[in-house]
């Protein structure tokens, strides 16, 4: 420290004034307050997680895992210290290659394995454009160059093996030995080495399984010799082409011919410059056929049982080992070689890795084909066909498994649950560590293994020998995926518990074995007699002992076994006491690693390879609703591949790999579940909405009933980096759905919010509120529509101007459609007022449009001749004929217009005209009924405000209370609807006094001099509106009643109008047409009713009756005239008839002079009012 190298000059003498103490005590006051704050906080996150807190871990949520692996820095010569050096020395080389060779299948298992399996995949055939797989195996080189590099490692390591075991083993009487070797046998070695031997055997099956592998390795090859024939082109220097071929060559020699494993076993094991002699060593020959035989026997018996963990593995190890021996020492026990070939019988197949399966029957008769002569063509004929009855008694008995393994796993999971959750009693803690103990490993562990490897066998079988499998198998065998990940969800949802209980049994066995060593070494220092050999047997001893005292890591493990393979000779044990030893060091190997094991067995990587089953299931899950919990097993299982997939090296990255899986699954999920869901409920809600139709039959003792409800209760799904919510997503279909077709059809908001209410009801969704504004069943036809097609609504209703009522003019329908004012404020609640305003702009638009076809028609030579003649014979006889226009001038104006043409349907030029009166009418009327409509909306909604005169600020109350912007703003919003909506209601607008301004100073111009004749054509028209409105109304007495009609006001709103905007409302009066009209009928008549008089006297019954229908007709036409004057009275007033132009301007001023003196007078007020205030 660099206190210490201060000269003792520079120290002074320290005087205790106690700052350091007020110091010290302030640091401990805030680091107080901090523990409180900080203690605080954690209780407040435990309050809001309160559900979800406890000791039952979620595997879907928990950022956090427990890792209970083992784990100490030590090396192994630390590790390995006794007095005997040479003891020392074989343990520790023989540990150090056993380590390597655990690395070296770590490192196969996980970057090699997958890298290879999962070459090619991600890309479709679609999707892979020509040069994709040259552009592939280009990536992939490198990671080959990496597997070359892996496997020569291997072979130098399967080479210092042999040697090393060689040199202990001499068979030369005369070398000294290392140690004394009689009894020692290490099996574990062996065991290693078949270990690394498989690995080496399944990158061939690997790479021999891989037909896409080798394609693009041809492709990759061809595009190579082109490339050498124009090395410039693809920018690439020549010399560096030859050692790239050669080294392409290398590869292609050592991976991909399948020659991984021979040439291992092919290489030259005897040293030529007088090393270690291996094939003519004898002893050694006897000491590797012996362990063969042994690791064999303890493999057989396990082997197909239900007791089985590791021994597949280990007979294909066996296996290995069997053809290195063969290879080596050139010897062959022909009985062992049909015991090992036997085993095919109870064991068919093995899975390798994933999809990779393995005949152990082709891998002996190929690699010793000399031994395979021996052996009758019947016995391995029989091989075969068991392999067939194999797989077809699997898919019988597939579903009976499934069921007792339901039963097994659900008993063990009560197990767990009940050993778990009871508190440890001291008196009885040893039984119950041994309990503990059975229940993780014997039970569920065991399980665990046996399940996998049913569903690996069965599924890779399949595969392999290309049979198709019946829907109930693979029904089955996703059940028993489910239950493989039930075992492993049940070991980390109690991984609390489970860790606690591991470190206690591991110290439990460690005793046990430490015991039984105890008792071994006394026996061995009670025995004076001095020998080397049993020197390095107590040597051993101590050295299992001292390694079992410390964490039971895989070292340590490794230690004691190597050690107790040289302490076991000399029967220092008694055989009872050694096999309960090496069941406890089996227990021990098994509790030490049990969460690492677990993960493996249950690890559901293969499944990728067969992911053909997933929309199988996902229907089966889908009929079955009752237990659509387990989804979250099967997702979990499907997450499986994710890690190994990130090995994946023939991609840019492994996320596109990722992505693609990701996809294809969400893809199958949406079409087999999701989406058949969604559809279901939506049917359902809409049946169950529209039950008074009797739609069809939905007795559910008929039709049959599925609760679907149960998928809304399933917690959201975990799957890559997203939740899969079921619920959320059916929810947001039928809020989709249901808003958009509102949209559609307003009026149907009414149903739609009762199948939002039952979907709430029935299945528990909660569902947002569309908050369209809606329109009632009576909505009619929408503003909107009338407005956009304004042109063919005035041309198809017709208009009553006392109801102020549209009515359809034909329908093919049997009803006639009407619209009215309520109709109008229904739709401009739904729309909104601004709508009103849009409106009288298209009206606006469209009046235009006719006014000009107006103004041809007045503009036209016939016509114009004809209206000047009329009013210069007019103002000829006025004075004679007491100034009414005759009926007659009117009547031989309408008959002379039908001279000029008539059209194909039978109308004149001016019934056409009066056609185009009438539409401009009823868009006048159509002006009106909006306004009318705003104004009963409006006073609809202000109807809940109490006072209209006293409306209260909202906003000054807010200001007072001093509340939120948010708020604020609010009650502005508000106070700005309220007074728009008095506003409104209290007088809504002027729209005909804006559409009369509007036009009439173009009317008024001088240019349109040609308009001012219309008042004298309006007798003729009315005449001929009358005629064609008697002849409506008589039609609907007939049973044909197309053109039948009883109203049609817009005819007179028309004229109105017209006579509005010219300001001739005095020309027309002064025509006193209606007087005029009235007297020639009264005449008519009161000469009729003469005529009836004189004839009733003479009893011509004939004549009378014409005479009463004559009579009749003239009391029609008399009323009809009636009521068009009526109608054209009351339309003037709208239009204030009682005022002429001139007059109105002079109001206008008037009224603006008023404004300015009552501004004026204000401001006088002010200015005199100011110095008061001062």
């Not at 090496?582 to 559901?604: A, G, N």
């Not at 007045?858 to 014979?873: A, G, P, T």
């Not at 006293?950 to 007074?979: C, M, P, Q």
Request: net charge neutral.
């Amino acid at each position: 420290m660099a206190v210490e190298t201060l000269s003792p000059d520079w120290e002074f003498d320290r005087v205790d004034d106690g700052s350091q103490k007020i110091h010290a005590e302030v640091q401990l006051k805030n680091y107080g307050k901090f523990l409180e704050e900080y203690t605080s906080q954690l209780r407040r996150i435990e309050d809001a997680l309160d559900d979800s807190i406890g000791d039952v871990w979620d595997f879907n949520l928990d950022p956090i895992a427990l890792k209970l692996l083992p784990y100490e820095q030590s090396s192994l010569l630390e590790l390995i210290k006794t007095e005997n050096k040479v003891l020392n020395k074989v343990i520790t080389v023989y540990a150090a290659l056993c380590c390597e060779i655990k690395k070296l299948k770590y490192e196969a298992e996980t970057k090699f394995y997958n890298g290879l399996l999962f070459y090619g995949e991600g890309a479709t055939d679609a999707s892979m454009v020509e040069g994709d797989c040259q552009i592939q195996m280009g990536r992939f080189i490198s990671f080959l160059q990496e597997l070359s590099c892996f496997v020569t490692r291997c072979y130098e390591v399967v080479m210092n093996v042999v040697h090393q075991l060689a040199a202990l083993y001499i068979s030369n009487k005369i070398a000294p030995k290392i140690i004394e070797t009689t009894g020692v046998h290490f099996q574990t070695m062996y065991e290693h080495l078949g270990e690394l031997l498989t690995v080496l055997l399944t990158l061939d099956e690997i790479i021999d399984n891989h037909i896409t592998l080798k394609d693009h390795w041809t492709m990759y090859k061809r595009l190579l010799k082109s490339v050498h024939h124009n090395p410039s082109k693809f920018g690439i220097q020549e010399e560096k082409l030859k050692p790239f071929e050669k080294f392409l060559l290398k590869l292609e020699g050592q991976l991909l011919d399948g020659m991984i494993f021979q040439a291992c076993i092919e290489q030259q094991f005897d040293a030529l410059n007088g090393g270690v002699s291996v094939s003519k060593n004898s002893t050694f020959a006897e000491e590797f056929a012996h362990s063969i035989r042994s690791i064999f026997a303890n493999v057989e018996a396990k082997l197909g049982e239900p007791s089985e963990i590791d021994q597949r593995d280990k007979y294909v190890g066996i296996c290995g080992l069997f053809v290195l021996h063969f290879q080596i020492f050139r010897t062959i026990d022909k009985k062992f070689y049909k015991s090992l070939l036997d085993i095919c019988k109870k064991v068919p197949a093995i899975t390798l890795t994933a999809n990779i399966i393995w005949f152990p029957d082709n891998f002996l008769i190929q690699k010793i084909p000399a031994a395979a002569k021996l052996l009758d063509r019947k016995s391995l004929q029989a091989i075969k066909i068991h392999r067939d009855t194999f797989l077809q008694q699997k898919a019988q008995s597939l579903t009976k498994d499934v069921q007792s393994y339901y039963v097994f796993v659900s008993s063990w999971m009560m197990k767990m649950e009940s050993i778990l959750s009871k508190e440890q009693r001291m008196d009885k803690f040893a039984e119950d560590l041994t309990n503990r103990c059975n229940v993780f490993i014997q039970v569920g562990f065991l399980y665990a293994y046996s399940i996998s490897t049913i569903i690996k066998t069965t599924m890779n079988l399949y595969m392999s020998m290309q049979k198709p499998m019946t829907k109930t198998s693979v029904k089955a065998l996703c059940r028993l995926v489910e239950l493989l990940k039930a075992i492993e969800h049940m070991f980390y949802r109690r991984s609390m518990v489970v860790a606690d209980s591991v470190s206690h049994i591991t110290q439990h066995l460690q005793h046990q074995a430490l015991h039984s060593i105890s008792v071994a070494k006394k026996r061995v220092i009670s025995d004076k007699k001095y020998s080397e050999q049993r020197l390095d047997v107590l040597s051993a001893l101590v050295l299992a002992e001292n390694t079992l005292n410390g964490p039971s890591t895989k070292q340590r493990r490794l230690i004691v076994s190597l050690a107790l393979s040289v302490g076991t000779q000399m029967k220092t044990f008694k055989d009872e006491e050694l096999f309960p030893l090496q069941v406890v060091m089996k227990k021990l190997d098994l509790i030490s690693e049990l969460r690492e094991r677990v993960q493996t067995q249950c690890d559901c990587c293969f499944l990728y390879w067969h992911r053909a089953v997933f929309p199988i299931y996902l229907d089966d899950v889908y009929e079955n609703a009752v237990d659509a919990a387990r989804l979250h097993y099967m997702f979990s299982a499907l997450r499986d591949c994710v890690p190994a997939m990130m090995h994946a090296r023939h991609l840019e990255s492994y996320e596109i790999l990722l992505d693609c899986y990701d996809k294809e699954i969400m893809e199958i999920l949406n079409e087999h579940l999701l989406d058949k869901l969604c559809k279901e409920i939506e049917k359902d809600l809409r049946l169950s909405v529209h039950t008074h139709l009797k739609l069809d039959d939905r007795n559910p003792f008929k039709v049959g009933m599925k609760d679907l409800a149960l998928f809304f209760s399933l917690n959201p799904i975990r799957f890559f980096n997203r939740f899969i919510d079921i619920r959320a997503y059916v929810t947001h279909y039928l809020d989709k759905t249901f808003y958009n077709l509102t949209t559609v059809a307003l009026h149907d908001w009414a149903t739609y919010s009762e199948m939002r209410n039952l979907a709430t009801q029935r299945y528990g969704l909660v569902m947002t509120e569309a908050h369209l504004p809606s329109q009632t069943l009576e909505q009619g036809l929408d503003v909107l529509e009338i407005m956009r097609n304004i042109h063919i609504f005035v041309s198809r209703y017709l208009y009553n101007l006392n109801n102020q009522i549209f009515i359809e003019r034909t329908s093919n329908n049997k009803h006639l459609n009407t619209i009215n004012i309520r109709h109008i404020a229904n739709s401009i609640r739904t729309h909104g007022t601004g709508i009103m305003n849009t409106t009288v702009n298209f009206t606006y638009q469209f009046l235009k449009k006719k006014f000009y076809i107006f103004s041809q028609f007045m503009y036209d030579e016939h016509i114009k001749s004809r209206l000047i003649k009329d009013i210069r014979f007019f103002r000829e006889i006025k004075d004679q004929n007491d100034h009414k226009y005759p009926f007659d001038r009117a009547e031989k104006f309408n008959r002379g217009i039908r001279k000029l043409g008539i059209t194909p349907e039978g109308q004149s030029y001016l019934d056409q005209f009066r056609q185009l009166i009438s539409q401009i009418g009823n868009a006048m009327g159509y002006v009106r009924m909006i306004r009318s409509g705003g104004l009963h909306c409006s006073s609809n909604a202000i109807r809940f405000v109490p006072d209209l005169e006293d409306i209260v600020n909202f906003e000054e109350l807010v200001k007072e209370e001093g509340l939120a912007e948010e708020t604020l703003k609010a009650a502005r919003h508000l106070d700005s609807v309220l007074s728009d909506h008095t506003r409104n209601s209290a007088e809504g607008t002027e729209y005909f006094k804006m559409l009369v301004d509007v036009f009439a100073p173009e009317f008024r111009r001088p240019k349109n001099i040609h308009l001012r004749n219309f008042y004298i054509i309006v007798p003729p028209l009315t005449l001929n509106f009358v005629e064609h409105s008697i002849s409506c109304k008589e039609k609907l007495n007939k049973k044909n009643k197309i053109g039948a009609a009883f109203t049609d006001d817009g005819f007179a709103m028309g004229v109105a109008y017209i006579l509005k905007l010219l300001d001739q409302y005095r020309e027309f009066d002064s025509l006193h047409w209606f007087q005029s009209v009235r007297e020639k009928y009264l005449k008519e008549i009161r000469a009729v009713a003469k005529q009836q008089n004189v004839q009733s006297a003479s009893q011509d019954e004939k004549l009378l009756q014409t005479m009463n229908l004559t009579q009749k007709r003239l009391d029609v036409y008399l009323q009809e005239f009636e009521l068009l004057y009526f109608s054209l009275s009351s339309a003037r007033i709208f239009f204030r008839a009682d005022k002429t132009a001139a007059e109105e301007n002079q109001e206008k001023k008037e009224k603006e002079e008023e404004t300015k003196t009552s501004n004026g007078d204000l401001s006088d007020s002010t200015a005199s009012a100011d110095p008061v205030v001062k």
